[in-house]
């Protein structure tokens, strides 16, 4: 009502807080314009006062993003290498998009500029030696450049545009791509291939999907992230819930998260239970980050988790650098972990009020001292988030808020991964507690009955109204072994 009377003739606007109301009078002059995602919870005389522009997503593009990008590289990237890139990215982008949009199934439901400039991200940090003009490039000839700068891009658009969708979905997204680089395309993706074809001096090659390899940057070449695993025993003396079996999830994951934080930018990680979102990034936040430069914070949402109490703790860990500006300790970044970030409850009008602050101080850089109602600029802060599918209890996040990140899905592990770390984990009790030879070499057997047990119980005890309860995951399969871990040795008679 309050916002009726100031768009009507009246002009008359009024603004109430728990110490006092105030009434403003805007000139004849002014006016005012709102920018909202929808019209969900506008009243009917809000919408009759105001004229409408609707702006559909395609009307703008992702191109001109990617034209101020290109603009803003720094000036030892060369004119040529630009235009490489702008080639690439004309070339791939409009057939990946629409993949990504219609062929795979997203994990987030997310816009095309959004997935464009998680693209962007992720090759601006891939071009280190190219901005800095390092030695090591002056060694590559020309050619060899070009050959380097488009395998990162080509990596980037695997982790950017493919990776918001599932196992199934990578599998659609690989065989695709592959027929794109090779000029093989299918029908339905050959409307959308509106430049020339670039020849891909370095294709990915045959045997595994894309999503599993790497460039190694020392041979100009891609090698299975398999490749690149150390096979170390694990510290007999580390406590079960502490241990993490290195894999190629691992390895993936934790270079992901490291490119993304370690050049300023925003991340999320989507996988169901059980994947290890929060143990990967929490150890890699707490010991694989340079101390000399970042410090971390971790927070954890659930459903009662409000914005006042997100405010009261980032607000806690911070320092006064000066008058109305807080921050980590100087010359320190501090990396925000927001773990289950979909879990608060949503509101009445459809927000969620402790990711809408977050929001705001990602968008402005800024937040209110509810005390001293002073505006608080914050430096220094970037933002990793782990989440669960919606559903359950998890609700859907404003796009507004997911705009800021780059998105990567985490798969469930498939029975060789599962094999390979249970097996580590029952080797580990054995060596701990030196159980006999002819105990030893049951542990194979004893890991595949066990995975065995699992996927049956996953297929055949479904939740039911009455057994709401029988939702099983990997945590319960850990329980087990964990369970088993406490038999501490053999007993003599």
């Known amino acids: 009502m309050l916002c009726n009377v100031a768009l009507s003739s009246g002009k008359v606007f009024v603004t109430t ?34 004229g409408m522009v609707y702006v559909q997503p395609d009307l703008l593009g992702w191109r001109p993003m990617l034209i101020s990008w290109l603009a803003a590289l720094p000036g030892a990237i060369s004119q040529a290498q630009k235009e490489q890139l702008l080639a690439l990215f004309d070339w791939l982008i409009p057939p990946c998009l629409r993949i990504a949009a ?6 987030l439901p997310m816009v095309d500029i959004n997935l464009v400039c998680s693209c962007m991200r992720l090759v601006e940090s ?54 794109l680089l090779t000029g093989t395309a299918p029908q339905e993706l050959a409307a959308y291939i509106k430049a020339p074809a670039v020849s891909v001096s370095l294709p990915f090659p045959e045997g595994k999907l894309v ?79 340079p101390s000399s430069s970042f410090v971390s914070l971790m927070l954890t949402f659930s459903a009662q988790t409000s914005a006042n109490m997100t405010q009261d703790i980032v607000d806690g860990k911070l320092d006064k650098r000066r008058r109305g500006v807080y921050g980590p300790p100087s010359g320190k970044s501090m990396v925000v972990f927001v773990d289950d970030i979909n879990m608060p409850q ?49 609700n859907n996040v404003t796009h507004r808020y997911l705009r800021h990140f780059s998105i990567i899905s985490m798969t469930a592990f498939d029975r060789d991964n599962l094999q390979l770390i249970f097996s580590a984990l029952v080797d580990w009790w054995l060596r701990k ?39 099983f995951n990997l945590r ?13 040795g053999c007993l003599e008679d």
């Not at 219609?102 to 994990?107: D, F, H, Q, Y």
């Not at 025993?233 to 691992?250: F, G, H, K, N, R």
């Not at 890991?447 to 049956?456: I, K, N, P």
Request: proline content about 3%.
């Open 346 to 394: 949503v509101e009445e009008y459809g927000a969620q009020p402790p990711v809408e602050l977050l929001r705001q101080a990602i968008d402005h850089s800024a937040w209110y001292d509810r005390k001293e109602l002073t505006l608080r600029k914050l430096e220094g802060l970037q933002y990793v988030a782990a989440m669960g599918p919606a559903g359950g209890g998890r």
């Open 433 to 471: 507690f030196s159980y006999a030879q002819n105990i030893a070499k049951l542990a194979k057997g004893l890991v595949g009955a066990t995975l065995d047990v699992y996927e049956s119980i996953q297929k055949q005890l479904l939740p039911t109204p009455n057994k709401s309860h029988y939702t």
């Open 102 to 107: 219609k062929l795979v199934k997203a994990v």
């Open 211 to 289: 999503y599993d390899y790497a460039l190694d940057r020392s041979r100009l070449n891609w090698v299975p992230w398999l490749d690149r695993l150390k096979s170390n025993s694990l510290d007999v003396d580390a406590e079960y819930s502490s241990i993490i079996v290195p894999t190629m999830d691992t390895m993936r994951y934790t270079y992901l998260l490291d490119m993304l934080v370690q050049h300023h930018h925003h991340c999320l990680f989507v996988g169901p239970t059980g994947t290890g979102k929060t143990v990967y990034v929490k150890r890699h936040l707490q010991s694989g980050l």
């Open 476 to 488: 319960d399969v850990s329980k087990v072994f964990q369970g088993m871990t406490k038999a501490g």
């Open 126 to 179: 891939h071009l280190d030696e190219f901005r800095d003009a390092s030695a090591s490039l002056a060694e590559l000839s020309e050619q060899q450049q070009s050959c380097l700068l488009q395998c990162h891009f080509l990596f980037s658009l695997v982790w950017s545009l493919g990776a918001n969708t599932d196992a199934v979905g990578r599998r659609i997204f690989d065989g695709l791509l592959r027929k």
């Open 17 to 50: 807080t728990t110490a006092a109301s105030a009434v403003a009078s805007l000139q004849g002059l002014m006016n005012m314009i709102f920018e909202v995602q929808d019209l969900a919870v506008a009243s009917p005389a809000t919408v009759s006062r105001c």
